[in-house]
């Protein structure tokens, strides 16, 4: 039997990216072995796929580039995850009675222009600093007292496997605190012409995932450069399937925001950017 090669870049959510992959082939009859690629090798992940060293990348769909090499195509993306992200609070910080729970100019520690942009259009009273690290690590930089708060992915908090009832855990409204596009959902990259795994991965397709997804990263590829590393786009859908798209970005020094409703996929990305820029 072939057994289907899985590559994953190296980091503290990858095994568990990875595994769920595999439990969805056991689940389809399908043998699979994990190939972890060098953290190094990130930005020429496709090159495995290029060279046949795998038969599949699976990558946070944020973590992916909104074009691709010719070759390749993102063939699915899996069911999504809570797309919220989630203040975390060390507790002599914590204010019940102010704007996201947090004393007047706390030290905020993350990744992302786009969280930056939103919490200091929203709170401009505090110090926000930039910080990498996996998740533990950022938890850890709260522990010592590098911050005193972080934001981290709702569903990046839940997997870890740390006991966090000493700090304060705010859930913030996608609607409101727009997550970067893609955020809660797993893509899986083929190379175009390997039709046997493609056809594997698109028993693993979540469509109606696809259909939100797709314009959130339509929004951030129209984009310009200067304003793509704050965009922000969330898109869900209604009981009616109707569209609801929520977008912010800094143009200009400027916080832009933008909400659009329609029954229809069809140019709401266009609209949204179109909005944002305040053309009509």
């Known amino acids: 039997m072939t057994v289907l090669k899985i590559g994953v870049i190296e980091g503290e959510l990858a095994e568990g990216q990875a595994i769920h992959t595999q439990h969805e082939l056991e689940k389809l009859g399908i043998s699979s072995e994990i190939i972890v690629l060098k953290k190094e090798r990130e930005q020429s992940a496709g090159n495995a796929l290029l060279q046949g060293e795998v038969d599949v990348i699976v990558q946070a769909l944020p973590d992916l580039h909104t074009t691709q090499p010719e070759e390749l195509a993102i063939t699915a993306v899996s069911q999504r995850e809570e ?6 609070i060390h507790p002599d910080k914590y204010d019940n009675t102010a704007l996201f729970k947090m004393n007047k100019g706390i030290r ?18 505090i110090e926000w600093t930039d910080i990498e690290g996996e998740s533990s690590q950022v938890l850890e930089m709260l522990k010592k007292g590098d911050c005193d708060a972080i934001i981290l992915p709702k569903f990046e908090l839940t997997r ?4 966090n009832a000493f700090y304060k855990i705010i859930e913030l409204n996608p609607i409101e605190f727009i ?6 959902v797993l893509a899986w990259l083929c190379h175009k012409n390997d039709l046997p795994t493609r056809r594997i991965f698109k028993a693993l397709h979540h469509s109606e995932v696809a259909a939100c997804t ?9 984009a310009s450069p200067e304003t793509s ?3 922000s786009a969330y898109c869900h859908r ?19 925001r933008a909400r659009l409703s329609s029954s229809t996929s069809f140019g709401v990305a266009e609209k949204t950017v179109l909005l944002m820029n305040n053309e009509q």
């Open 83 to 88: 797309p919220a992200d989630c203040l975390v």
């Open 108 to 125: 905020i520690g993350s990744s992302g222009q786009h969280r930056r942009v939103q919490l200091l259009d929203y709170r401009p009273d």
């Open 160 to 163: 870890l496997k740390t006991d």
């Open 179 to 184: 997550p970067a596009p893609g955020q809660g």
């Open 214 to 222: 797709n314009i959130e990263r339509k929004i951030l590829q129209l």
């Open 229 to 231: 590393t704050s965009m």
């Open 238 to 256: 209604d009981a009616n399937g109707n569209y609801h798209i929520n977008a912010v970005c800094e143009i200009n020094g400027e916080v832009r």
